[in-house]
């Protein structure tokens, strides 16, 4: 899909992988209106992984839909991968989020009735890529995350870290150059969730992606090159 000029970017510049300035979102419960963001902004550059914390119901959820092109912002400018993402149609967000953000969740959604390998083979063929291709770059990934031995497994018969591996194997599957992760260790056991920490920040590393990763674990956030704390609608460095 091309896109209008007012929102193309150069392929070869260089610059943030993730850009949000002066977002807004405000819900209304009757008459009532919440205004969750007031102008929140924030930069995440490839290579670097960012920690992005604050209390319970700050809106940390809802900011990092909109940084995946998942949700609109009321107000603001939203840029993945240099695309000024805010003028866009919802297909061209669409085809965005396709080529260049993976998620990973607190719960994993893996489909139950596909094993560990066709789900991490069905979003590449979503995005076009021969089943052969997928198949060769799912069992690569699977391979890295430890879970060579339980390709055919569906994910009842794996446990909670195993099916986070899966999740996480999936999130990079299309090579996104964002990568954005609510509470991925926040159904975990601590050791689980540390082998799973671990696994996850490598991977960023090695791809060279950036990554907007929400938690409430304090002691992960600091192992993060970055901290953004989200309280009253804005973004802080902590």
């Given at each position: 899909?091309?896109f209008?000029?007012?929102?193309?970017?150069?392929?070869a510049?260089k610059?943030?992988?993730?850009?949000m300035?002066?977002i807004?979102r405000?819900?209304?419960q009757?008459?009532e209106?919440?205004?969750?963001l007031?102008?929140?902004?924030?930069?995440?550059?490839?290579?670097?992984?960012?920690?992005?914390?604050?209390?319970s119901g700050?809106?940390?959820?809802?900011?990092l839909?909109?940084?995946?092109?998942?949700?609109?912002?009321?107000?603001?400018?939203?840029?993945?991968?240099?695309y000024?993402?805010s003028?866009?149609?919802?297909?061209q967000?669409?085809?965005?989020?396709r080529?260049h953000?993976?998620f990973?969740?607190?719960?994993?959604?893996?489909?139950?009735?596909?094993?560990?390998?066709?789900?991490?083979i069905v979003p590449?063929?979503?995005?076009?890529?021969?089943?052969?291709?997928?198949?060769?770059?799912a069992e690569r990934?699977?391979a890295?995350?430890?879970?060579?031995?339980r390709?055919?497994h569906?994910?009842?018969?794996?446990s909670?870290?195993e099916?986070q591996?899966?999740?996480?194997?999936?999130?990079?599957a299309?090579r996104?150059?964002?990568?954005?992760?609510?509470?991925?260790?926040?159904?975990?056991?601590?050791?689980t969730?540390?082998?799973?920490?671990?696994m996850l920040i490598?991977?960023?590393?090695?791809?060279?992606?950036?990554?907007?990763i929400?938690?409430?674990?304090h002691?992960?956030?600091?192992?993060m090159?970055?901290?953004l704390?989200?309280?009253?609608?804005?973004?802080?460095?902590?």
């Amino acid at each position: 899909m091309s896109f209008p000029a007012a929102v193309q970017t150069d392929p070869a510049a260089k610059g943030p992988a993730l850009a949000m300035a002066g977002i807004v979102r405000v819900f209304r419960q009757g008459s009532e209106a919440l205004h969750i963001l007031r102008g929140a902004a924030m930069t995440v550059n490839p290579g670097e992984a960012v920690a992005l914390v604050g209390p319970s119901g700050a809106g940390k959820s809802t900011l990092l839909q909109i940084a995946g092109l998942l949700e609109k912002p009321d107000d603001g400018e939203v840029r993945v991968a240099g695309y000024n993402c805010s003028a866009m149609t919802d297909q061209q967000r669409t085809t965005v989020r396709r080529r260049h953000v993976g998620f990973v969740y607190q719960y994993h959604h893996l489909l139950p009735e596909f094993s560990a390998l066709e789900n991490v083979i069905v979003p590449q063929m979503i995005a076009g890529k021969p089943r052969r291709e997928a198949k060769e770059r799912a069992e690569r990934l699977l391979a890295h995350v430890g879970l060579e031995q339980r390709l055919s497994h569906r994910p009842a018969r794996l446990s909670g870290g195993e099916q986070q591996r899966v999740a996480i194997a999936r999130a990079l599957a299309n090579r996104p150059l964002l990568l954005i992760a609510d509470e991925p260790t926040g159904n975990l056991d601590p050791q689980t969730a540390d082998h799973v920490f671990d696994m996850l920040i490598d991977m960023v590393r090695r791809g060279g992606l950036a990554a907007l990763i929400a938690t409430h674990n304090h002691e992960l956030a600091r192992r993060m090159d970055r901290i953004l704390v989200l309280r009253d609608g804005l973004v802080t460095e902590a």
